[in-house]
């Protein structure tokens, strides 16, 4: 039986810069990168140096404080750099790709096998065929921990931020080893939601059957963790999993090939893009291979990963693990003539302060934050499309005021990391931020430093 959820707050951004459905292909680039600092919670241990020979499937780095946790090469070639941040942590490792790739061989499974393997066997697979940092826990959004049986698994395909790869589009052609992830997650978990939004009909044609958990509502409505909050009866599956539609094609690929998967399909969008469209990419492409053309810092700005939740990145960088969208926004730097005066047909407004919000056409987004952070004013838009219920102005408060468990009883953990609050916020004060680093430092608290 098909469950429904209905999300009834949310925010749903009219937004310039559609991805177009097609999918194009992308000629091999000449570097893919691995960005550790990218993988929250993790202390990466180097197993590399500077000139390595590596191959698909080497093991680049480890987890020092969880050493299954391994993320490997999804290139053969050299190991061209090596490249730090900040306090010596490790940003990037960069593989030149040879002309010849070779690839490491892992054990692979048929549905026979599958069927028959013991669990923990089958965890000891996934971790050693590095795809395991795809699997990651509510409520932190860290790596799952291989030694427990979660009570559910979440698998994602729609989440309604703006710019992400269409499910109807990586699926296509992939729906058996799609069914075959799933079966893998089974083994997993007793309990496996494949989550869609009711009103894609694409996916439900493509995936005939499979999907069981359908959500209405605007953006995050099919968030694991918004889901979570309005299916859950105890406190027990607060630890649920979690994992996007598109990574469980490259655990199916993983298992069922014994290679580690090199591909994905990468949406790009947003009103500055010059194509809006999806491309099928090398795993850690850099943003120049994605795009295909310069992009001037100065005057556009890329966002990888989601407009609400995703990072900015430099033109000269690379994809993350978890990042499947690029986002090219106007900086918005320039000086409006007579700004008091334009009624802002055109304009983003919540708070229906423009005319903007008689106007049925999607609006353009830029970057410009319009004014700095003042006190907060009470005007309740930061509830009002809060998905969980929080109140998340008062949660912030109680977060500067260090007061952790009466922002944990207004639901610090349910939070979702949304970033909607702070978006519709008139003050434009960075509650997601407060909240999510409020979130973080709980985890080492809890976890012992
Ligand atoms: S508190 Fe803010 S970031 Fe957290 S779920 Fe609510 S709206 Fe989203
Ligand atoms: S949206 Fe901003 S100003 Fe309004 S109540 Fe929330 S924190 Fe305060």
Partial sequence: MIKTVHVKKGYQLRIEGIVDATLKSLKTPDHVAVCPARVPFIKPRLRVKKGDDVRIGTLLFEDKQEPRFQFLSPGG???????????????QVVIALARDENQVDFPALTDRTLATISRSDLVNMIMAGGIW??????????????????????????????????????????????????????????????????ANRNV????????????????PAGDPGVLLYHLKTTSKENNSW??????????????????????RVVAIG???????????????ASIADLLGYPVDPAVMRCVSGGVFRGQVVSPDGFLGLYETALTLLPEGNEKEFMALFNP?????????????????????????????????I????????????????????????????????HGLLDCVECGLCTYVCPSKIELTDALKTA??????????G
């Avoid at 799609?178 to 997993?188: I, T």
């Avoid at 056409?361 to 952070?373: I, K, S, Y």
Wanted: with cysteine.
């Fill in 378 to 409: 009470a005007c309740m838009h930061c509830a009002d499309v809060c998905p969980v219920d929080i109140l998340p102005q008062l949660t912030y408060k109680a977060v500067l005021a260090g007061e952790v468990e009466e922002a944990l009883a």
């Fill in 344 to 376: 802002g047909w055109k304009k983003q407004t919540y708070s229906r302060v423009y005319l903007s919000h008689l106007n049925p056409a999607d609006l353009t987004v830029n970057c410009n934050r319009h004014g700095d952070e003042r006190a907060c």
């Fill in 270 to 284: 947003g009103s500055a893009a010059d194509e809006k469209q999806h491309v099928q990419a090398r795993l850690g």
């Fill in 204 to 219: 439900k044609n493509c995936l005939n059957g499979q999907i069981n958990l359908v959500h209405t509502g605007k953006y």
């Fill in 242 to 263: 979690f994992i996007a539609g598109q990574d469980v094609l490259m655990l199916a690929r993983l298992l069922t090939t014994g290679h580690y998967p090199t591909e």
């Fill in 133 to 198: 940092p795809l699997i990651r826990a509510l409520p932190f959004r860290d790596i799952a921990n291989p030694d427990t049986m979660p009570p559910a698994i979440f698998v994602g395909l729609d989440d309604l931020e703006p710019f992400q790869a269409a499910p109807e589009v990586y699926l296509t052609d992939n729906e058996n080893l799609f069914d075959f992830g799933v079966r893998v997650l089974k083994r997993l978990s007793d309990t496996v939601y494949v989550t869609a939004a009711k």
């Fill in 77 to 91: 070639g050299r190991i061209d750099d090596i490249r730090f941040g900040p306090r010596r942590v490790i940003d």
């Fill in 439 to 448: 979130k973080a430092a709980y985890r080492k608290e809890r976890e012992g």
